[in-house]
């Protein structure tokens, strides 16, 4: 069975300093993976995903994540926060022909 | 697009009650998705549609859950009769036909209170 981790219930970071939100899966096969981010009552926002290709992918706000196979991680990174990022984040993973198993969310918290 | 679309955005009801929750996915959308979301279970996947047909509804916590797609720009997610412990946001999500490997697209979700 396919699964997320995402080790860190909430991450705090200073305003300016690079921000970074784990994640690890575990998955048969190539792993589909995705990052989404939640802001208070509002529905899940799709960040960025890596299916093939470049390893380090390049998403919305600023926001990447680098996708290492051997580590079975795809840690979200920016290298320079705002208060704005504050928010909800969940990492996903799936295959072909599974669904999405989301992790358990990091909340961000982002001080001026 | 106006995106995912769900009614009500809150709903508050008494326990006993039928609480009808719906969702509009994005036009050209193939895949729909119902969530639920609390703060015990986190995100958790109910049901999921391929071309209106049912395809998983594994998730479905017990009978008293229901969901239907009636055609390609509706869906419906029926609980009777509700109970406090399925208070909740419920998350109505869609993707095009690709499948798993594309991007899910959420809607902005129902909040229920079952009193």
Redesign the interface.
Same mark, same amino acid.
């Given at each position: 069975a396919q699964s997320v981790a995402q080790p860190e219930d909430q991450v705090n970071v200073a305003e300016g300093n690079p921000l970074t939100v784990k994640c690890t899966y575990s998955v048969s096969g190539n792993p589909?993976l %995705?990052w989404?981010v939640q802001y208070p009552?509002?529905? #899940?926002?799709?960040l960025l995903?890596y299916?093939t290709g470049d390893n380090l992918v390049k998403g919305s706000y600023g926001f990447e994540a680098e996708f290492n196979k051997s580590q079975t991680s795809f840690h979200l990174k920016k290298p320079s926060a705002l208060v704005s990022d504050s928010a909800l984040y %969940?990492c996903a993973v /799936?295959?072909? /022909?599974?669904? #999405?198993t989301? /992790?358990?969310?990091t909340r961000l918290m982002v001080k001026p | 697009d106006a995106g995912?679309i769900q009614s009500p955005r809150h709903e508050v009801t008494e326990m006993g009650q039928e609480v009808t929750l719906r969702c509009k996915p994005i036009s050209g959308h193939d895949y729909l998705f119902w969530y639920r979301q609390t703060m015990m279970r $986190?995100?958790e996947?109910l049901i999921?549609f391929n071309n209106n047909v049912p395809i998983?509804d594994s998730g479905m916590p017990e009978d008293r859950f229901s969901a239907k797609m009636p055609n390609a720009s509706f869906s419906t997610l029926k609980i009777q009769p509700s109970e406090p412990r399925d208070s909740a946001v419920y998350?109505c999500?869609s993707s095009l036909m690709v499948?798993?490997?594309d991007?899910?697209?959420?809607?902005? $979700?129902t909040?229920l209170t079952v009193l």
């Open positions: 589909y %995705f989404y009552n509002r529905g #899940l926002q799709f995903k299916i %969940f /799936g295959n072909a /022909g599974n669904m #999405l989301f /992790g358990g969310g | 995912v $986190g995100l996947l999921y998983d998350f999500a499948g798993f490997a991007t899910q697209y959420f809607g902005p $979700g909040r």
